[in-house]
């Protein structure tokens, strides 16, 4: 049986339109709009088809690092709540649930996403082909999930971040959720964070330029998903979508840049927004970490690293620290 909680409440909807007036009104420093407006039905579908693209190495590093090391990984944590912060579809997730249902652990999994589509799809499916398998899954933004858990019902929880999501945060942002992480977990929980690691921008640029363009229909997408969203009459056409690594920051930057001057017109945020020819909108950061300083990092906010597995080039790198 699945339970199922819808995490969000009212005031998502007013975060979201907040996010986006702000986002577009920027003067001095450039427009910007929040990464969780990539990801509608047709966004998640889309960012499947990247992680499967030849260019996009992380999700499939990420996925041979787990399938090498899944029963290591789980023996160091017991017998666990699997709670999953952007759950996705769910795939890599697999290999870990293998692995407990190897050491006949219980298996109870927590997937947390604002796509409430794609959660109750994977979720069933899951169901199917796990029989011993409970899910609670939780559709809202990852803070508001945290702090609608359900009580605890096995000795630990471990938090799982993969895919390197956690790139997409600003500094303060990630701060905040870590700090929001170890405050919803009990000493001797753990967290399994599944990170990009920094790397030459000869491999780093193509992924996110793919030959296909399926990234930038990724990007462009977005455009149309507030177009729906807000009554919005985004011209996706009239954007260049362009990822340029920032290497002071290392990380990626995610731009779709305006052809031509032109207005654009949000009608159920009454707000208009004028674009100069090549003014750009920042969709997206995705920082590459080095495994050292965050370590560092993570012991200055409660957890200690446990331990690290890499793929064989060390491009990506799974961590599980403990509370
Ligand atoms: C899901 C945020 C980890 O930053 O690599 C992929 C998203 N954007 N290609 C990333 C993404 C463009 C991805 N994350």
Redesign the pocket.
Known sequence: HIEYVNASSHLTATNDAEAVIEGLTRSRSRKTLP?QF?YDDKGSQL?EK?CTLPE?Y?TRTEAWILQTYASEIVQKMGECELVEL?SGSSTKTRLLLDACARQNYPLRYLPIDVSGGILQESAKQLLQDYPTLKVYGLVGTYEQALAKLPPVSLPHRAICFL???L??FYPEECDRLLDRMAATLNKGDFVLLGL?LDKSPTILEP??NDSQGV?AA?NRNMLSHLNWRFGGNFDPDLFDYE?RYNPEKSQ?E?YLTARQSHQVRLEKLDLTVEFSPGEAILT?I?RKFNVDRMENYLRDRGLSLIQTWHDPQKWFGLLLSQV
């Open positions: 990464p990539f960012f990247i996009y992380p952007g895919g390197s999501t790139g997409n990009d992924a996110y990234t990724f990822g990626m995610m997206e995705s």
